[in-house]
């Protein structure tokens, strides 16, 4: 144990630049015995002791490393995946029970592959490949089964149904999913989209372009719109309250038809005239604020 802490204070100062250094430096960190193990995790249970978090996630930098590295068939940054296990690591530490009788890593290697398995999830196709759990399962399952390039004949697939405890459709159903690509919208005519799909099989976001919207004019009357609506919403101030009420309820709520005058002389009791005269006298005033 005191290895690993001269080893942390020794590389508190060193810039990792790469991810081969960064492998390097984890794999420096000696390995922990169990009972300095089960000391640590003592010293985390019964007093929250940082110190001793920090090295249990040091000694198994290494095997959150060996785990990511069955995941690069994934086409998915290794340093993500690295990172990702980190982050179970973690996990796994903080819900460990000092009562448990395995070894910090026998029970860390769920939250890690736990994890990992979300990252890719979500990042290895734009539309979710999998969003419940018993896909997920086949998913990840279907990727160790699938041994070649090509797809599944009838045999292959009751094999892999019955082993899985699925049925014949989802296995299908899952394998359509895995092999469909993402289609770029930015590729040229000339250019080649991906190593597999040229532009005629491509949707190019050059044949999806819009002629008829001019985005400076719809700015322009967006900003339009925001100012006039600025400037009566002040102009309705200088108005008292129940001018204001006239000039909404008439003109203004466009969730409701237009009141009459003779429905406001009935809720303010004065005739329809005076209603009319209110709001005539109101309109004055706002054209004038609103024009200066």
């Not at 690069?72 to 029970?97: C, H, T, V, W």
């Not at 892999?160 to 092999?179: F, I, P, W």
């Amino acid at each position: 144990m005191k290895n690993i802490k001269e080893k942390m204070i020794s590389t508190n100062s060193v810039n990792i630049g790469s991810l081969d250094a960064y492998v390097r430096l984890a794999n420096s960190f000696p390995m922990l015995t169990e009972k300095q193990e089960k000391l640590l995790l003592k010293k985390l249970f019964f007093y929250n002791d940082i110190e001793s978090v920090k090295l249990l996630i040091l000694s198994h930098l290494r095997f959150v490393i060996y785990i990511a590295k069955n995941y690069s068939g994934y086409g998915l940054p290794k340093a993500d995946l690295i990172q990702e296990g980190n982050i179970g690591l973690m996990k796994a530490i903080r819900r460990f029970n000092i009562n448990f009788k395995v070894r910090l890593v026998s029970f860390a290697v769920h939250w890690i592959k736990s994890e990992i398995h979300e990252y890719v999830l979500r990042n290895w196709r734009i539309v979710k490949v999998a969003t419940t759990k018993a896909q997920r399962k086949l998913f990840f399952n279907l990727r160790k089964k699938k041994k070649r390039l090509g797809w599944f004949n009838t045999d292959e697939v009751n094999i892999v149904a019955n082993q899985l405890g699925v049925t014949q459709r989802e296995v299908k159903e899952m394998e359509s999913r895995m092999s469909a690509q993402d289609i770029t919208l930015d590729c040229l005519p000339n250019d080649i989209c991906s190593d597999h799909l040229s532009y005629r099989h491509s949707s190019s976001s050059v044949y999806l372009e819009d002629k008829k919207s001019n985005f400076a004019l719809d700015i322009e009357e967006n900003n339009w719109d925001i100012h006039t609506n600025h400037k009566l919403s002040n102009a309705l101030l200088i108005l008292d309250e129940r001018s204001q009420q006239i000039i909404k309820r008439r003109w203004l709520y466009q969730d409701r038809q237009k009141m009459t005058l003779q429905s406001l002389a009935r809720d303010y009791g004065i005739s329809a005239e005076r209603v009319r005269q209110l709001e005539k006298n109101a309109m004055k005033k706002l054209k004038l604020a609103i024009e200066t």
